[in-house]
């Protein structure tokens, strides 16, 4: 199965083809002005790599963000363009969800079993939607023995030879940059039954915020912060295609995820 990936919702542009689970071409650059230009031509250039033909595409998978407003529109115009013409399915993946997957390849397993103690481990993508306002959620990172429903999971994830799933907690929140780490503070104690969690953050908040998320790290211990991951990871958004297509998951009309409501110009 060969798999087009397109992730325009950030500065770094990624096009990724897989087959079977693996990335055999990608490219990956700085996007400018001519997103859509850039688009064609590094898809062009992704599957002449691989020696595949457009044609030859089973699922096409794509970054609804939240992002770059413009691009990550075009690049969702390009992945429904093209599962139209081709009449193959396009998966549009959250962005937060794709970044809770970079954070957990992270994850050494150091806290899986710390001073004895049976720790859970709890990742937070964050992103910095501007207007001094982040969007955010939660999610578990469980050991396969210890999931409950696979077909709930929005990834898998091997590490160290351990298996693991990744499990959404709650909704996405979109809170001030002020109230952030009260909000974060109050969502992790509401998360009953677990006495001991380890919360990883990370996302492209780090960029602006890494004073802000480094103090919260250095007043909270079992608080830590990923600081490699400022951009997606164009290998999550493929395992997340993947889980999406092994969960069975329905084929929903794919839109640009917006934190705000649309409000009309001049209001």
Known sequence: MYILNIDSTSRKLSITLS?????????????DC??????????????????VSIKEIDVLGVNRGPGDFTSTRVGISVAKTLSWVLDKPVYGINALDIFAHTIACSYTGSANNKNGQDFRIILAPCLDVKKNELY????????????VKDAEAVARINVMDQHYIIYSIGDNTLVGVDEFPRELDNLIKNIKGVKNKVVIIGGNCLEGYIDMLSEIASCEKDIFIYKKSV?????SLDTCVRQFIKNNTSIQRVEPIYVRGFVPFGK
């Not at 693996?22 to 990956?28: A, C, N, P």
């Not at 001519?34 to 020696?51: F, G, H, P």
């Not at 955010?136 to 999931?147: E, T």
């Open 19 to 31: 087959s079977n689970g693996k990335i055999i071409s990608s490219v990956s650059k700085e996007s």
């Open 34 to 51: 001519r997103v859509l230009e850039m688009i064609m031509d590094d898809i062009d250039s992704t599957l002449k790599k691989a020696q």
């Open 231 to 235: 951009f997606p990871n164009p290998i």
């Open 136 to 147: 955010f959620s939660l999610y578990w990172l469980l050991p396969v023995d210890k999931a």
